[in-house]
């Protein structure tokens, strides 16, 4: 008989572990806490679909107008920031395989450095450069708007430092992927006589189809997320303009006064399910056309 290695078990146990603890567990007591009435304190009060009840139907509960004002910014968030950080890392991929080009590392690596820098550290640079009078939108172009107290300018703060941050990653992955693609059909599309525009789209974005489909789905998953961005840059203002889901459900459940955690879990979980159900339109829709 062959003697079984256990060599796999040492690779893949700790990260099991580390799956069960801080993840699956977690997830798991959440989805329960959410059919619960809970402040953190005391047991968890089993109350079944209440809390869901509450949420989606009760037009007169603080806690229906939170969930879908919170929604309604995320989705905002969701719908500007995910075709920007998708274009805009593409397309500077793409303009970095130019043979014109020099110091291409040097470039990727200025690029990709912001992602690399803390939200609440990013958000100081960029509140100081928006400052009126302190900062470059003030002493150099004169700008007198206080970009956090109004909208539209809220929203663009937010989006700066959230596409300033998010290009370096998925370009990596494009220039990665371009770089896979052969030279040969590049040269035989321009012998044939085709631009670089008609190149980009009959070549290049076939050929890096399921990357493009990974980022999409992935980018589009962290942007349901958003938290820090907005936390950092607006405070969910003006007048909750900005004031996503995930900062009202830090707000129940770790917020001032009493806690409401298990209100918080179930809006996390349907926060859950709206990103579920988004992936997967998006990966079937995207898989579909790409075949």
Do not use: C
């Amino acid at each position: 008989m062959k003697k079984r290695s256990f060599a796999p078990v040492f690779f893949v146990g700790p990260h099991l572990i580390l799956f069960l603890i801080f993840i699956l567990i977690p997830t798991v007591y959440g989805i329960y806490a959410s059919f619960t009435h809970w402040n953190l304190m005391n047991n968890p009060e089993w109350i079944g679909l209440s809390n869901y009840k509450t949420i989606l139907f009760d037009e007169t509960s603080t806690f229906y107008n939170q969930f879908f004002n919170g929604l309604k910014n995320t989705l905002i968030f969701v719908v500007i920031s995910v075709p920007l950080l998708i274009v805009i890392p593409l397309l500077v991929a793409v303009a970095l395989e130019h043979k014109q080009i020099k110091l291409k590392g040097t470039i990727q690596a200025i690029i990709y450095i912001p992602g690399l820098i803390s939200i609440s550290a990013a958000a100081l640079i960029w509140l100081l450069i928006f400052n009126k009078q302190l900062g470059i939108t003030g002493n150099v172009f004169h700008s007198q708007v206080a970009w956090a107290a109004n909208q539209p300018y809220a929203w663009i703060i937010i989006f700066v430092i959230s596409v300033w941050g998010g290009v370096g990653g998925n370009m990596i992955i494009y220039r990665a992927s371009i770089a896979g693609v052969s030279k040969d059909l590049y040269e035989s599309a321009e012998m044939d006589g085709a631009g670089s525009v008609k190149r980009f789209f009959s070549i290049t974005l076939p050929s890096i189809r399921f990357p493009l489909i990974y980022t999409f789905v992935m980018t589009t998953a962290a942007s349901f997320n958003v938290f820090g961005q907005p936390l950092m840059m607006t405070d969910g203002g003006p007048r909750q303009t900005t004031h996503v889901l995930m900062m009202y459900i830090r707000q129940l459940a770790f917020g001032h006064g009493e806690s409401i955690a298990g209100m918080a879990s179930a809006m996390a979980v349907l926060l859950g399910l709206v990103i579920l159900v988004v992936s997967a339109l998006q990966y079937y829709v995207m898989s579909r056309n790409s075949n």
